[in-house]
DNA sequence: TGAATTTCTTAAGAATTTCTTAAGCGGTTA
DNA sequence: TAACCGCTTAAGAAATTCTTAAGAAATTCA
């Protein structure tokens, strides 16, 4: 079990660290959001326990941009008891919170307490990593893209932002938005890099780019891809 | 029928390869987690006994890690009744548990249960330790790879990598994910070393290597087999 | 120990993707 | 209808990622 921990102070990251291997888990670090978004796009993380006090892209920030894209891990996020209230009553997704200082015993115990959702005999619980609309489907662990049943080829960026707007469907992305959540960069640039990035991947999902089937624009508001 | 027995006691370990070998089974030994693997990886062991505290790499990790890489030993694990908790409520994968210091008598009606498994040839129980995809196939036991039935020579570190593709066609891995699963360390390196294996592999298990068919990049995400 | 094999590093260049630019088109509004 | 703003489209430059070969380093085997 691969778990993240994310903390801008790095003895609070190494004592964690130290306490989850010797439960056997396999530790990997960050020290704020925008590094552990870039873990969990690269490793199979099933949990991050992550800080919500963090300099960059705070852990509230970061737990939402992780759901958003439906990334699966479990999230924890900690805080010290006079931070606690910001989390609370704020639904973002996390699985589970903690106060900090915490006891290892009690952190050990939730980390348990979490992962046993997932295992079943050993082996990873099989969640869905399938978003479908219409003809449309993306496979998210083969990361392949069908239409009808014909796989498309797109590429990483393309691929992110399809997957953005299907997992997704019905909502309208503006285009500083998909800016911001696919390429993790809260500047947004004025170019048209997007709008390229939506041709490019209209003219491989759309029989007829003219008339998107799925890819619609919502003119002075943004994209999205229509639930079918 | 071969057992590791796994303790970083090597009194303990000495007296229950004794007990075992005068049952008639094979003996191999190892201290800690990682001479474990190490052992599954260059010898056919059908079962292990493990300590869960152990230093390096303890049972839990050691089992986790075994299991996760769809290694299919049985696995029993030891420990003193007081860290019995430990692995109780913890489903890690393993086959059986028992608390030290045990009884010999038992211990060995508890191997040949196990074991009872793998005798009773041709039943259900029996685990599969073949992986294929269209023509290419692995034999974990006899660690033979075949493409259209021809066998092909493959390296340790070759043989893993394609291992871990094949064993979960479909699925991309990142070159990191690769590193950290073939190399256990949770390190990663910017160097091209799995790229130059990637392309080892290629060689002897692709037609043309160019236009693979079997081992295929997702560009800019990884490396994956193609489920056929 | 020496030879053979395996693994890792380096680096050049090939292939692919991404971004920028710019011109054209369509919808919206005064 | 004219002028504006936002979207579409194409083409090419820049950046990134992958492939491949060759040799050094490490390991294994006889």
Not at 110 to 137: A, D, P
Not at 200 to 226: A, D, H, Q, S, T
Request: charged content about 30%; aromatic content about 8%.
């Amino acid at each position: 079990m691969n778990i993240l921990v994310c903390d801008d102070d790095k003895e609070i990251v190494d004592a964690i660290g130290i306490y989850l291997e010797n439960e056997g888990y396999t530790i990997f670090k960050a020290a704020n959001g925008l590094e552990a978004i870039e873990r969990i796009a690269n490793h199979q993380i099933h949990l991050i326990i992550m800080d919500i006090m963090m300099p960059k892209m705070d852990g509230i920030r970061a737990t939402m941009k992780i759901r958003e894209e439906n990334n699966i891990p479990l999230i924890m996020l900690s805080a010290k008891s006079e931070d606690y209230d910001k989390i609370l009553g704020l639904n973002i997704g996390a699985d589970d919170y903690m106060t900090k200082p915490f006891n290892p015993l009690e952190l050990i115990a939730r980390v348990k307490s979490q992962l046993r959702r997932y295992t079943t005999l050993g082996s990873l619980e099989t969640k869905s990593h399938v978003y479908r609309t219409g003809g449309l489907e993306i496979d998210d662990e083969s990361k392949i893209i069908t239409v009808d049943g014909e796989a498309v080829h797109l590429t990483p960026v393309q691929y992110k932002i399809l997957r953005l707007l299907t997992a997704n469907a019905g909502r309208v992305f503006s285009i500083e938005e998909i800016y911001e959540k696919v390429w993790h960069e809260p500047s947004f640039n004025p170019e048209n890099t997007v709008a390229v990035h939506i041709r490019k991947i209209r003219e491989k999902i759309e029989i007829n780019p003219k008339e998107p089937k799925y890819l619609k624009v919502m003119w002075g508001v943004g994209y999205k891809v229509e639930k079918i």
